[in-house]
């Protein structure tokens, strides 16, 4: 009896500590701390993005990938040393991921502002990620707050965690699935898509090899994208790259999904009535993709006295 009651008190605790962790942040940490840091990731973010359209969905990218890899700490910003095996030299991240100077501006800005270095890197990264959807038409989500920095990195584990462009509907579930993530936040998420571009070299095996696409479709990014060659020439992944619209769901109930893992999502499987739901309701989907936002943004943050606040988003202090 004894050992029963031992147990559930265990069971208690942990689901405490783990409640604690994600209540520990608040839209309104920088309030008191720093009331003027997220007005200026704003402006610094908007300024970007009216210089380059396209930096709206590098910044949301930069957001995902450091959050599917040992959670939301502002990993995937370190640049490689001898002892940090940066994972910006991932396979996902690699001549692709982008948009460091961008953080690296509105940190001195914030630092500046702030008097001191309070705000932590992977708070910049969710603020800039939120900032970007809604500078490009998206919706809005109040973003929780408090994250510390991180103090190590690992490619390897961003190579086995980011989801590949080539994975099929069982491998994507699986993938969200161990990140906590269940299928509602999986296509609200891949909404993201709505925004930004692919390298021909992720789509080309889809354009030329698939029988779930569209013809016209392939042809019209055969065009562009070779067989041979090109490997990082860009194509839209909707029809309207800069703008956040409901363009890139559509395009899968048309079988024009541009990468693999798009298509994956309305191919007859169990996913098939959500992208059919956002692709005439421009509310849900709005809806779905800021709570997995927040969802998204709660993975294994490091809080109180874990990790560091960094000074300069690209090291480690020492």
């Known amino acids: ?107 001195a800005e914030v630092d500046k502002i702030c008097g001191r270095p309070v705000v932590s890197c992977a708070d910049i990264l969710a603020v800039a990620a939120r900032d970007s959807v809604v500078a490009l038409g998206g919706p809005s989500w109040k973003v929780r707050l408090g994250r510390r920095d991180s103090t190590t990195a690992s490619r390897t584990q961003a190579n086995l965690d980011i989801p590949s462009p080539f994975m099929d509907l069982p491998a994507l579930i699986n993938n969200f699935k161990n990140q906590g993530l269940n299928q509602k936040d999986l296509v609200a998420l891949s909404g993201g898509h709505s925004i930004g571009f692919a390298q021909c070299f992720t789509f080309r095996n889809r354009i030329y090899s698939a029988t779930n696409i569209d013809p016209a479709f392939a042809k019209q990014r055969q065009a562009t994208c070779p067989r041979i060659g090109g490997n990082n020439t860009l194509s839209p992944l909707d029809k309207t790259p800069a703008s956040f619209d409901t363009a890139y769901f559509n395009n899968l109930v048309k079988q024009r999904g541009l990468l693999i893992s798009d298509q994956a999502l309305f191919s007859g499987g169990s996913t098939d009535d ?18 997995s936002m927040i969802k998204m943004g709660n993975i294994k943050p490091l809080t109180g006295k874990q990790g560091q606040i960094r000074v300069n988003c690209r090291k480690v202090n020492y």
Not at 99 to 105: K, P, R, S
């Open 1 to 107: 009896m004894a050992s029963r009651g031992h147990h559930i008190l265990l069971q208690i605790f942990v689901l405490s500590a783990l409640a604690t962790t994600a209540l520990s942040l608040s839209p309104y940490y920088y309030q008191n701390i720093c009331p003027q840091a997220l007005p200026t990731i704003k402006r610094v973010v908007e300024a970007a993005i009216y210089k380059e359209r396209r930096m709206g969905a590098s910044l949301l990218r930069l957001h995902f990938h450091d959050c599917f890899v040992n959670g939301c700490d502002g990993s995937i910003l370190l640049d490689p040393t001898p002892t940090i095996d940066s994972e910006k030299n991932a396979l996902a991240n690699q001549n692709s991921a982008r948009g460091f100077e961008v953080i690296d501006q509105i940190k």
């Open 274 to 291: 959500l992208v059919k739901i956002y692709s005439s309701n421009p509310k849900a989907f709005w809806n779905d993709f800021a709570q």
